[in-house]
């Protein structure tokens, strides 16, 4: 078990704990104005090296969403959008590669590609997985507001928290 | 065991995604009740047009065998009425009669036309019902429009028909509304919509519209049976007695196909006393 693998488990572990113990007692305390589902597990796919293989990367994206879920008792739900957004990270790196290419060794994080680079690859990654997310959430076209409103409201309050915690946390390699 | 994992890896992601995207979606609709019933209603509106539409298709294949048990049922309904059942005794309030005041005395059966003449001067009919149905000769024929025929012959399975548009056909028939009684006959050949009813007395006065029906006095039919309306009528030109009246069927003689054939239950001792034999 070496440095990195130690890291990144470590990393899942908080982020989990965090996600069902603190943030989901937000959402459920919210009352009537419940459109923010605040979620911040999804910044551990996020964060995972850039060689990680991709079979491996969606399956541990299964693991995420399957253990969120565990605690949420919604089954699939979170893991379906966990396994979407492991999917189409490869994609999105690819798009974004900076102009002399990804170093096989880093992650995809601040410190290595800089600030703005981050911005766009989380914000994108992102709004996707809230997005499918809330549709699977949702299950029928008859409630597209719901869908659209929970998106952009969960999406914007996450993704301020990511932030949050990436300039706290300071993740490297 | 090393070459299935070399086909996950191989197919970057793609194989992966898919089979666990797919687990993650069946553990949505499986645990998960908003979504489970959402996904049950939309597949079962989804199989159920499907199999509503393959039914529609295969509808055709048996639809002659529900016409023919509709039409059985049809049969015996019809003998419930109270027209084809004789009344015992005689109440001072017609309300008052129960079900012990009547006795059946029609039964009807079910049958389908097999052939059928319309244009000849003599037509017949043949149905599918034969003496090992119970059909005899002598019983009357009718449809759910209008009266149909006569039996005049029966083999095993099948018997032969003798329609009312026929020159020998005599039916006894009144003119519902004054109860006046007259016989039905096929006057004009090659017309089958068009039967006349003669000897309606002179001092009775029929109008145009008024419904035909089975006069009941004949054992071959039930009183009350449909058979048209009058269409004409003309004082007679000869300075007879009698009106000659025009009557329109209401049954389109060329189309019949479901008839149903009547089983008069008090036929032998109605025939006796006509031809004058005491009852012993």
């Known amino acids: 078990m070496n440095n990195t693998t130690l890291t990144h488990s470590l990393r899942f572990i908080f982020l989990v704990f965090i996600q069902v113990l603190v943030l989901r007692q937000m959402t459920v305390g919210w009352g009537d104005f419940n459109y923010v589902h605040v979620m911040i597990y999804p910044l551990f796919i996020l964060l995972l090296p850039i060689r990680i293989p991709d079979p491996l990367l969606i399956f541990l994206g299964f693991l995420l969403g399957m253990a969120v879920d565990f605690f949420y008792t919604s089954y699939g739900v979170h893991a379906s959008a966990t396994v979407f957004l492991a999917f189409i990270r490869p994609i999105a790196l690819k798009i974004l590669t900076p102009r002399g290419g990804y170093n096989i060794n880093h992650s995809p994080n601040i410190k290595n590609y800089g600030f703005i680079w981050f911005l766009i690859y989380s914000s994108s990654l992102l709004f996707f997985h809230f997005l499918f997310y809330f549709i699977v959430s949702v299950f029928t076209h008859v409630y597209w507001l719901e869908i659209v409103l929970r998106t952009i409201s969960s999406f914007t309050v996450s993704f301020i928290m990511i932030l949050l915690y990436v300039k706290i946390f300071n993740p490297r390699d | 065991m090393r070459q299935l994992i070399a086909i996950f890896t191989r197919s970057g992601g793609i194989l992966v995604f898919l089979i666990l995207e797919i687990i993650c979606l069946s553990l949505v609709v499986t645990f998960n009740k908003d979504q489970r019933e959402i996904y049950h209603n939309s597949k079962s509106i989804m199989s159920d047009s499907m199999t509503h539409g393959w039914s529609e298709i295969t509808q055709y294949w048996n639809l002659s065998a529900v016409n023919d048990s509709l039409s059985g049922v049809i049969a015996e309904l019809k003998q419930q009425k109270d027209e084809a059942k004789f009344l015992k005794t005689i109440q001072q309030d017609s309300a008052k009669y129960t079900t012990e005041d009547f006795e059946q005395q029609y039964t009807y059966t079910s049958a389908k036309v097999i052939s059928n003449t319309i244009n000849l001067p003599n037509n017949f009919l043949t149905l599918d019902r034969g003496i090992r149905d119970g059909i005899n000769t002598r019983m009357g024929v009718f449809d759910n429009q209008g009266i149909v025929g006569i039996v005049i012959n029966s083999n095993t399975r099948y018997s032969k028909v003798m329609s009312i548009l026929h020159r020998d056909s005599k039916i006894s028939a009144k003119i519902a509304r004054l109860n006046a009684l007259g016989t039905l006959v096929w006057t004009s050949i090659g017309n089958p919509r068009i039967m006349e009813l003669k000897y309606v007395p002179k001092h009775l006065n029929p109008k145009v519209d008024d419904i035909v029906q089975t006069s009941g006095a004949s054992s071959y039919f039930p009183g009350g049976l449909p058979i048209g309306k009058i269409v004409e009528?003309?004082?007679?030109?000869?300075?007879?007695?009698?009106?000659?009246?025009?009557?329109?069927?209401?049954?389109?003689?060329?189309?019949?196909?479901?008839?149903?054939?009547?089983?008069?239950?008090f036929k032998g001792g109605f025939k006796e006393i006509e031809e004058g034999k005491e009852d012993e």
Request: proline share 3%; glycine share 6%; aromatic share 12%.
């Open chain 2, 233 to 265: 009528i003309e004082k007679d030109p000869q300075g007879g007695n009698f009106h000659s009246v025009k009557v329109e069927l209401f049954n389109d003689l060329s189309t019949t196909r479901y008839v149903y054939i009547v089983n008069n239950l």
